[in-house]
C-alpha cells in the first residue's frame, strides 16, 4: 500500500482571548467543510497536533494532496468560538522537527 | 529570490490616520513590500506624501492610486485626461459594458475590476480579455468577498472567478490579488492570500506571481512612464547636454 504523504502546518491565531482547543479545530473543520463539503473534508485527513495557549501557535497536519485545499479554507476563518479571529499559516513542513525548527 | 509581495488594495479611507497607520503597520509585520490605498478623484497631494513618509518609516513602498467607477466611456476619458499623469495605478470598476470594453482598450487603464456581490455585471468574457491583452490591462480580483460571503453568493462568485480566471489565462491578460480590506483582521498573509486564488483555479506558481511579480511589474512600469526622463517606451533620456 503507497504511503500517505503529510504535511505539518504551523498556525499562528489572532484573535482576543483565547480559544480552546475544540473550538480552534471545530473553526477549521467548519471552514474546510463550508469550502468543499463533507466529501472535501473527508480527504484532507486533518488533525491537529500541538495548541501552544501562551503563544497561540496551533500546529495541525494535513494530507499533502489536500495541502491546497486546508491552506484556502484557513484564510477563510473569520471567527473562532464566536470571537473574531484570523489563522495565518506561519510554515508548512514534511516533519514535525523542522516545523518546530523553523517555529522557534 | 525572495519575492516583494504587493496588496495594491488595501480600503482605508486616508483620513482615518490611526486606522491607516495600523493597516500600514500589519502589512509591514506580513512581509508586504508595496502597499496602495486607493484615492478617488478628489486628489490631495499633501495626503499622498503623508502616506508616502508612513509607509517609507514602516519599510514600504506606497504606490499611490486611483479608483474610478464611470457610468459612460465619456466619463471614463474625462478622467483618464485628468488623473492619468497623476496616480501610479488607474483602477477603473467596470459597472457596465460599455465602460468595460472602453476602459480594456485604453492603455492608460491598468486594472479591470468588476462587482463582486452582482455576476450580471461581471463582463471579463473573451472579448474583454483580448482587448485587455492587447492593452496591458490586468485583472484585480480582491480576496475580501470569499472571507465574507457564505452560500449560494460565495458559490458564484467563485464559479464568476474560475471562469474568469481561466479566460484571462488563455489571452495571457495578468492577474492580480489584492486584499480589498477596509479592516485589519481581514488582512492576511501574502501567501495566505495566494492560496485563496488556489479556489478560482489559479497553481502555486500564479497565484504567487499575482501577489507578488504582476503588481510589481505594472508599477515598475508605471513608474518608468511617469519619470520626467522617460520619451517613450524602451527610449529614455540619459543625460542633457548644454545648450550651444
Not at chain 2, 488623473?83 to 459594458?97: L, P, Q, V
Request: charged share 30%; hydrophobic share 45%; glycine share 4%.
Amino acid at each position: 500500500m503507497k504511503r500517505i504523504k503529510r504535511r505539518y502546518l504551523a498556525l499562528q491565531l489572532e484573535c482576543e482571548g483565547l480559544p480552546t482547543e475544540r473550538e480552534l479545530i471545530d473553526a477549521i473543520w467548519a471552514a474546510v467543510t463550508k469550502l468543499y463539503g463533507e466529501v472535501g473534508a473527508s480527504l484532507t485527513g486533518l488533525t491537529l497536533i500541538d495548541f501552544d495557549l501562551e503563544r497561540k501557535v496551533a500546529v495541525v497536519r494535513v494530507s499533502l494532496v489536500a495541502l491546497g485545499m486546508v491552506r484556502a479554507s484557513l484564510a477563510t476563518v473569520t471567527s473562532i468560538g464566536g470571537r473574531e479571529a484570523a489563522v495565518l499559516v506561519l510554515a508548512v513542513s514534511g516533519t514535525l522537527k523542522a516545523l518546530y525548527a523553523n517555529t522557534r | 529570490m525572495t519575492r516583494a509581495f504587493a496588496d495594491l488594495h488595501l480600503r482605508v479611507n486616508p483620513k482615518d490616520q490611526q486606522a491607516t497607520q495600523r493597516l500600514i503597520n500589519r502589512a509591514a509585520k506580513f512581509g508586504y513590500r508595496l502597499i496602495s490605498i486607493p484615492f478617488t478623484s478628489a486628489l490631495r497631494e499633501d495626503e499622498i506624501a503623508k502616506l508616502k513618509a508612513t509607509c517609507s518609516e514602516a519599510g514600504l513602498d506606497f504606490v499611490s492610486r486611483a479608483d474610478f467607477h464611470p457610468r459612460t466611456e465619456n466619463e471614463l476619458t474625462h478622467f483618464l485626461r485628468k488623473f492619468r499623469r497623476r496616480f501610479e495605478i488607474i483602477c477603473i470598476t467596470c459597472d457596465n459594458k460599455e465602460v468595460a470594453r472602453q476602459a480594456a482598450k485604453d492603455r492608460r487603464v491598468d486594472l479591470l475590476s468588476f462587482p463582486s456581490l452582482d455576476y450580471r455585471k461581471r463582463f471579463f468574457d473573451r472579448a474583454e480579455a483580448e482587448l485587455a491583452s492587447n492593452c496591458l490591462a490586468a485583472l484585480e480580483v480582491d480576496v475580501k468577498p470569499l472571507l465574507i460571503l457564505e452560500g449560494p453568493p460565495r458559490v458564484r462568485l467563485l464559479a464568476s472567478l474560475r471562469r474568469e480566471v481561466a479566460i484571462a489565462r488563455e489571452f495571457g491578460v495578468p492577474l492580480i490579488v489584492s486584499s480589498g480590506v477596509a479592516e485589519e483582521r481581514f488582512m492576511r498573509l501574502p501567501r495566505d492570500m495566494a492560496s485563496l486564488a488556489f479556489l478560482f483555479g489559479l497553481d502555486e506558481a500564479s497565484a504567487l506571481d499575482s501577489v507578488s511579480t504582476n503588481p510589481a511589474a505594472i508599477v515598475k512600469r508605471n513608474r518608468e512612464k511617469l519619470s520626467s526622463r522617460f520619451v517613450a517606451p524602451g527610449i529614455s533620456i540619459i543625460k542633457e547636454g548644454k545648450a550651444p
